[in-house]
């Protein structure tokens, strides 16, 4: 699925020391200490893992970095991007089947670090389609659903959106006002009236997942609208403008007003708040990782400004302690995120997560990100 790249191995023990050299001081030769990665973080990561990073790190640097200027200059989102995504398998990349990678929670991560080490909008459009529309869909969608949108939504063919938020209800889910009814004259078919907002994608999608109240039961439901198939006047997605941030993502509103969704469209089993916030869930842990990735490009720019400016004696600044100090405070908080991200990485893939972790460490990375970069760096 990844394009083969050159990859450093991970450096292990291979055996335990005999019993007889248990007390012996191993010597080594000296080890540089490398910034970019102070605590060897790398050295845990598999094979695969390493060169799933590589792989879209060099996309991003390439490729996508060229674009930002003048995406969050104009609010320009350019959908190709995730074409170009899907063609190196980073969307969807923890499910298994349907075309995707099915690589481990680290190494989507990783990805995740790579796209917001660029621009935070390009990881909110990726993050939209990857983990909380084609996450969903695999996690809760029937068969026919999984085989019918994740292989295109993997190449970035079908894009998708996520509808849960609500202009009265923004942190008040529960109290929704999105209404599914029987439609009056289609068997089969459910009427979906309601409105969204601030919804990633939306007036891009293809396929939208909307997350409505049935009103036979009073539950939440998911519903897959598809853009192509709904009558005029009944499903619109104006775009947001003149934002202040994630200008190089697209985000809009969704507007419903009786749209026509087959009964096969709506997620079988999962009622109530479960489903969204599940996906919510596999989004905010990226996000843990992309908040280091923005963080690591901060400190990287800081720390060539540093060394190029020159001050007091023609001496690069970088050679002051105060100077130093702000590099180091975010150079640490940088490499502890990584470690904890890492760590709620392997828990998640071995069945041993609480949702509580995901909370603590998305937190504590945004708060230390966010402080480093406005403080510091």
């Given amino acids: ?53 590589e792989t879209a790190e060099s996309y991003c640097q390439e490729r996508m970095l060229p674009r930002v200027l003048e995406a969050y200059r104009n609010e320009n989102y350019d959908r190709k991007i995730l074409e170009e995504m899907g063609e190196l398998g980073l969307l969807g990349s923890t499910i298994e089947g349907y075309d995707c990678a099915g690589v481990s929670s680290v190494a989507s991560g990783l990805i995740t670090r790579a796209v917001e080490r660029v621009d935070s909008g390009y990881r909110s459009g990726m993050s939209v389609q990857s983990a909380l529309v084609m996450g969903g869909i695999d996690e809760f969608g029937t068969a026919e659903q999984k085989e019918k949108y994740l292989p295109g939504m993997a190449k970035g063919k079908i894009l998708g959106c996520f509808g849960l938020t609500e202009p009265n209800h923004g942190s008040d889910p529960g109290s929704m006002e999105s209404m599914a009814k029987p439609h009056p004259t289609k068997k089969g078919y459910y009427s979906l009236s309601g409105a969204k907002t601030w919804i990633t994608n939306s007036p891009i999608a293809d396929v939208l997942l909307i997350w409505a109240k049935l009103q036979e039961t009073g539950k939440i439901r998911g519903f897959l609208i598809e853009r192509e198939k709904c009558p005029p006047g009944t499903l619109d997605t104006p775009p947001l403008k003149n934002k202040n941030g994630l200008r190089a993502s697209i985000t809009g509103m969704v507007q419903m007003d009786e749209v026509p969704v087959p009964q096969e469209n709506m997620f079988p089993d999962v009622e109530g708040l479960r489903g969204p916030f599940s996906c919510l869930n596999t989004a905010r842990y990226g996000i843990a990782w992309g908040t280091i990735g923005a963080l690591e490009d901060c400190i990287a720019r800081a720390r060539e400004y540093a060394l190029g400016r020159t001050q007091f004696k023609n001496n690069p600044i970088a050679k002051y302690q105060l100077v130093q100090k702000k590099l180091s405070d975010a150079t640490t908080d940088a490499a502890y995120g990584i470690l904890a991200a890492y760590q709620v990485g392997r828990l998640k893939d071995e069945g041993k997560l ?24």
């Avoid at 010597?27 to 990073?53: C, M, R």
């Avoid at 609480?354 to 760096?377: F, G, H, T, W």
């Fill in 1 to 53: 699925m990844f394009k083969p790249v050159a990859t450093r191995a991970a450096q292990r023990f291979t055996s335990a020391p005999h019993v007889a050299t248990l007390g012996r001081r191993y010597v080594h030769a000296p080890i540089a200490f490398d910034w970019k990665d102070p605590l060897g973080a790398s050295n845990l990561y598999t094979e695969e893992e390493l060169a799933i990073a």
């Fill in 354 to 377: 609480a949702p509580e972790m995901i909370s603590m460490v998305k937190r504590q990375n945004c708060d230390r990100a966010l402080v480093n970069a406005r403080k510091y760096v």
